[in-house]
């Protein structure tokens, strides 16, 4: 299949605009995300180097190897400095990643501020995924460079597609063990226009004295009465609402007087009423992850993950612990 030229003229394009393309994509995906409305003109700006190099350098070249000579003069200068323009494509994909995974963070950070469940959707995919590229990329652009200086690190690629075939397999296995790879829109509509300038604003509320122990009494007496906690789908507009605040004044409370974020908190109640409930006769019957799901939690991962942060066991092992010490 190697020899068949009818290959090469088919794939040509596709496999030379995607290592400039891939950088882009990546950044529109994790922005579509948590975007309910995210449209063309959103990152038509991220796709005019790309177009650009399809136009004027990918097409051309696929005529040129049709032809069997160069269509245009600048072709044979690029020919002749393949090096500087591999640099320059392994630059931008660079700072597209960097960007990409930057912007994942902060979005986390929003998401964390405002939701009490992760359970939509599993980011660490797509975060390992930039990670990993980010990886790739970086040994990719020492061997660029050092062979634009005559430093043969290596005498081929062997490293690089090692590196890439390995990465691959790791996230293909890590994609299958998992429910949802490629996250549905916005969380199924469930994440609201939410973007990193909300974080990077850092809201600065001056509250009187008063004003903190009033905010906080009425927290902690709605959590001890009313239990808003145990609703899986609780989010800081709701709560702030049951405290009669703006969510702007109870995220900035939280943050910087408690010192919490809303979905630090939230989870930590969740894992003492699974505690009090592991030891009530009521619950005798009921599963650990029935126990969960009352007291809140959405997914038998979330839950697993944040009692063993909070606790420092796994749930079966604290509640073996806490029956051994009972008896």
């Not at 245009?72 to 494509?89: A, E, G």
């Not at 989010?235 to 910087?256: G, H, M, P, R, V």
């Not at 939690?297 to 509640?319: A, C, D, H, L, V």
């Amino acid at each position: 299949m190697n020899d068949l030229d009818i290959i090469t003229f088919l794939t040509f394009i596709f496999d030379d605009v995607a290592d400039i393309i891939i950088g882009p994509v990546l950044l529109i995906y994790v922005n579509s995300i948590f975007k309910n409305k995210y449209q063309f003109k959103d990152y038509f700006l991220h796709l005019i180097v790309p177009f650009v190099y399809l136009t004027l350098i990918s097409i051309p070249i696929l005529s040129s190897i049709v032809l069997e000579r160069f269509v245009f003069d600048y072709l044979k200068f690029l020919n002749n400095h393949k090096d500087i323009l591999f640099l320059f494509f392994t630059l931008y994909m660079l700072t597209y990643l960097l960007i990409t995974i930057n912007k994942l963070k902060v979005y986390k950070q929003v998401f964390k501020n405002n939701f009490s469940n992760f359970t939509k959707g599993d980011l660490k995919w797509i975060y390992y995924l930039l990670l990993g590229l980010i990886v790739v990329t970086c040994i990719d652009l020492i061997i660029t460079v050092s062979n634009l200086f005559s430093y043969k690190i290596l005498k081929d690629f062997d490293f690089i597609l090692i590196l890439e075939s390995s990465l691959l397999l790791y996230l293909g296995y890590y994609g299958i063990t998992q429910q949802r790879v490629f996250l549905p829109n916005s969380f199924e509509n469930g994440f609201q226009e939410l973007t990193p300038k909300k974080v990077l604003k850092k809201s600065t509320i001056n509250f009187s004295t008063n004003d903190l122990m009033e905010i906080k009494r009425n927290l902690y007496y709605l959590f001890e009465t009313e239990k808003p906690f145990l609703n899986e789908d609780l989010t800081l507009q709701k709560l702030a609402e049951s405290l009669s605040l703006t969510d702007k004044k109870l995220s900035t409370f939280l943050n910087q007087h408690l010192k919490i974020s809303f979905y630090d908190l939230i989870n930590k109640h969740r894992v003492i009423a699974v505690k009090e409930k592991m030891m009530s006769k009521e619950y005798d019957n009921i599963t650990l992850l029935g126990i969960a799901f009352d007291s809140g939690f959405k997914s038998k991962t979330s839950f697993n993950r944040i009692f063993k942060k909070e606790t420092g066991m796994s749930p079966s092992q604290y509640k073996k612990t806490t029956q051994h010490k009972l008896k």
